[in-house]
């Protein structure tokens, strides 16, 4: 009587397109709902008024960077 050794035959890998489709689903998904609330935020709150044009009389600031050593 020989005795026999069984092999566990292992099956192929399957390829894993089902957890990459989920993965996108959800990103999509999730992308969706923050756009959606942004913008229910924005709705809420009111958007911001246009600016009315140039305003005449109003002081611009502009900073300007300190001179440097002469000759540079």
Request: glycine share 8%; net charge positive.
């Amino acid at each position: 009587m020989a005795a026999t050794i069984k092999v566990p035959v292992s099956r192929p890998a399957r390829p894993r397109h089902r957890q990459l489709l989920a993965l996108i689903a959800v990103a999509v998904a999730l992308v969706l709902a923050v756009t959606a609330a942004v913008i229910l935020i924005a709705v809420c709150r009111g958007l911001a008024p246009a600016p009315g044009g140039l305003r005449t009389g109003t002081p611009v600031v502009v900073p300007h960077p300190a001179p440097g050593p002469p000759g540079s």
